[in-house]
């Protein structure tokens, strides 16, 4: 049987008995992390989610025979004790905790709950495999690594709820049973029982919901938003995610900017000590892709992108030749100093690398401490080609240089992932830095090759830049969206924009999206005739707590910063989640399974 506390108050967390408490008395609540016995007298170490305190069972002081308690300690019981803080003799002093000077002697205690031996060891280092943690994570939370990026997760939405209200804006719950919004993803449906055949979506993020109470004249909304995406596993994706959510009436990209980099500044000053300089930097789609191969660069170290596509014609080289012929570039990045670091086989497994971001090859050149040149290409160069080439990339001895000639964004994007590999490989990204900046203008549609269509690169709602309009009807790719990406060490925090606010240039995007007239009325018709009763010009943005976290706690997962995540396999393991229902619950939606997909997860 249990104990009740009978009246036991806690006056002290575990972490909290320090020099101060010497010779005063505490009341401690918690659970048995160890417990040994060593000769009369039992050491335990006391746990709760503040820290650890060792706490002494004395025969001297206790009846030897029951020591308070009647029975042996194992761990995770839950105890309660009372007793008095002492300074530990100097042999005894463990600087591995951090109340190690001290200990508590046990006057009085009982065994609030007793534990079985629990199937997982409560330590940051242990390495249990990832579904018995899944499964016992309620176990896995008591873990201090854990406990600790929870109470941090409560600070950052603490600091950015703060800044959100100080800013004047007004916290909202928009309805997680809604219809499906556009954000690129598969909706999860939730099949109704009053209107058979009918489903409900869950909210792939609020931004309809948004864009209506800016049309309702609230003017500055925020939410703590949970959002549902039924993609496929990817690696470190959620099927539910949080994020900051937000929108503001009468505003340009840069007010939008200055609140969210002004939340982002305060979490990084309160919740980590780090002082971020604002405003942030800016730079464009156009020169992240150009410098870096992505559109979200790190930008802890340099190796930027050179096109050195002027040198190609006649250079003798005819995969360069052509495909600067063909209207498409030569690029590269040079590794400095590193050209001894890259055997001939690892030249090759990144060439390979690069191939999967579907460029033909990767050609490379590097200059030897001797002079010598070694190269995939540069016999066919003549010498004065071989140092135009040189001369471009600014080759020096001890330097390699890797090389993509392909269509311009395909050799762009690839070179930006061999970029990476090799900084990562080279031990170049700095750690505890931290690039946070914005990526601007990104194009506004992008060609979706599978559907043969042009898909939009941010969402529909995104407004075209009003120098780019006149391009509307003829040159649609290179239109540039009022859209803005908040990227930290080359990770993208959060995306936004500024919105349509008419309701025929809304029509005519969903028109650009290959939707007819009838869909698009069908579709968002409350949205295009919400936008006929004077609708103020918008925007906003929206940014990923649970990446935001994960950053901030150098996690490698999204897992390790959600107190109850889903597998990638989007199961839960603790609570069997998805699960089959009953039969009757079926009926009663209108629902039958084929038998053959009914197959227990
Ligand atoms: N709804 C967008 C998203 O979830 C963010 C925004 O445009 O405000 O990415």
Request: glycine residues 6%.
């Amino acid at each position: 049987m249990a104990e009740f506390l009978d009246g036991w108050k806690r006056d002290c967390m575990c972490a909290e008995v320090d020099a101060e408490r010497v010779g005063k008395d505490v009341t401690l609540f918690g659970w048995v992390q160890r417990a040994r016995n060593m000769g009369g007298i039992i050491f335990v170490w006391l746990r709760d989610r503040s820290g650890i305190v060792q706490v002494v069972f004395d025969s001297n002081v206790l009846d030897p025979d029951t020591y308070a308690l009647g029975e042996s300690l194992r761990n995770e019981f839950v105890l309660a004790i009372k007793g008095s803080v002492r300074l530990r003799n100097e042999k005894d002093i463990n600087e591995s905790l951090a109340t190690g000077r001290l200990e508590v002697v046990v006057q009085e205690a009982k065994i609030l709950n007793r534990a079985e031996t629990p199937p997982i060891y409560i330590d940051d280092d242990a390495n249990e495999s990832e579904p018995l943690r899944m499964k016992y994570r309620y176990l896995d939370l008591r873990k201090p690594k854990l406990q600790r990026t929870m109470a941090l997760r409560s600070q950052v939405m603490n600091a950015v709820r703060s800044h959100m209200i100080s800013e004047g804006f007004t916290e909202f719950e928009t309805p997680i049973l809604t219809r499906s919004t556009p954000e690129g993803a598969r909706d999860f449906l939730v099949p109704s029982r009053l209107h058979p055949g009918n489903c409900y979506a869950l909210p792939q993020s609020p931004q309809i919901y948004k864009q209506l109470l800016m049309v309702a004249g609230m003017d500055r909304y925020f939410q703590f938003a949970r959002c549902f995406r039924d993609e496929d596993s990817r690696a470190d994706r959620q099927p539910e995610f949080t994020q900051l959510d937000l929108e503001m009436s009468f505003v340009e990209p840069a007010d939008v900017q200055t609140v969210v980099e002004g939340a982002f500044a305060r979490v990084f000053r309160d919740v980590m000590g780090v002082d971020i300089p604002l405003p942030l930097p800016r730079m464009t789609w156009k020169d992240a892709m150009e410098k870096y191969g992505s559109d979200k660069p790190d930008t802890r170290y340099d190796m930027t992108i050179q096109d050195v596509s002027a040198f190609a014609p006649g250079c003798g080289f005819s995969v360069f030749e052509n495909s600067v012929q063909d209207g498409g570039i030569v690029a590269g990045i040079v590794a400095r100093q590193a050209a001894g670091r890259f055997s001939r086989k690892e030249i090759d497994t990144l060439g390979e690398f690069a191939k999967t971001y579907h460029v033909k090859g990767m050609a490379w050149l590097s200059l030897q401490e001797d002079g010598t040149v070694r190269s995939s290409f540069a016999k066919f160069l003549s010498d004065d080609k071989l140092r135009e080439l040189t001369d471009a990339l600014e080759l020096e001895r001890g330097d390699i240089a890797f090389l993509i000639a392909d269509r311009k964004l395909v050799a762009l994007t690839a070179l930006g992932q061999v970029r990476g590999r090799v900084a990562r490989e080279l031990g170049l990204i700095e750690q505890g830095k931290y690039n946070l900046f914005w990526v601007v203008e990104f194009p506004l549609m992008e060609w979706n090759e599978e559907n043969q269509r042009y898909v939009s690169a941010h969402h529909p709602f995104t407004m075209p830049m009003e120098e780019d309009f006149h391009l509307l009807d003829t040159d649609l790719p290179n239109v540039r969206a009022k859209s803005y990406d908040l990227v930290l060490n080359g990770v993208e925090m959060g995306s936004g924009s500024i919105r349509i606010h008419a309701s025929d240039l809304q029509e005519k995007m969903f028109g650009l999206l290959g939707f007819t007239h009838e869909e698009a009325w069908r579709r968002f018709g409350f949205l295009l005739e919400a936008f006929k009763y004077g609708t103020p010009p918008h925007g906003g943005f929206a940014f990923g707590i649970d990446r935001l976290l994960m950053m901030l706690t150098d996690s490698d997962s999204l897992r390790d910063v959600i107190a109850f995540p889903k597998m990638q396999n989007a199961s839960c393991l603790m609570m069997n989640t998805p699960d089959e229902v009953s039969p009757d619950q079926l009926k009663l939606l209108h629902i039958t399974f084929d038998a053959d997909d009914a197959a227990a997860p």
